[in-house]
């Protein structure tokens, strides 16, 4: 994945249909306040969690994102995000990793973990909503290319169906119609 191709985002949110609802993992009482007040500001749902392992038990309570510390207690974040990625039921869940560290050591940590993107603290509000529109964007993509699959999946089985329901028919008026001429 490739972690500065957001960076230059308008942020423009495009007409989004359904607010995220994002997991924010943070040992830090202050972040955890902060991150979801500007979340919640921009009309985001927001589930906190102080720990990875709170954060492993809550990311199944349908979150759309994460925003996760790496540096926490208990689990830290790359763990965490390793364990999310082995689950199927949370593997497509985008992590954005939160991180004093070195912005290299960082990078590459997330790389390996899984994540998909990450953001340097002091959290730049501006970066964030940049950062988060873009995983918006992304999952409505998703949302949008599973209905799509789903409608044409549905199209197929009802014209398979008609198909079959016109074999029947078929069959039934060869057979009326043998059966007429075999008596005539």
Known sequence: MNFDSFENNSGESGGLLLPLTILVADDEEDNRI????????EGYRVILAKNGQEALRKASLGVDMILMDIDMPILDGLRTCAALQARSSTREIPVLFLSAFDRLMIKNAAQQAGAFDYLEK??????????????QRLIEER????????????????????RLEAQAQLAQWNALSYGTLAAN
């Open 34 to 41: 902060i991150l979801r007040t500007m979340l919640e500001e």
């Open 122 to 135: 002091p959290i730049d509000p501006a970066q964030l909503f940049t950062k988060v529109r873009a995983v």
């Open 143 to 162: 949302r949008g290319y599973e209905r799509r699959c789903y409608y044409a999946s549905t199209v197929q089985q009802e014209s398979a169906r008609e």
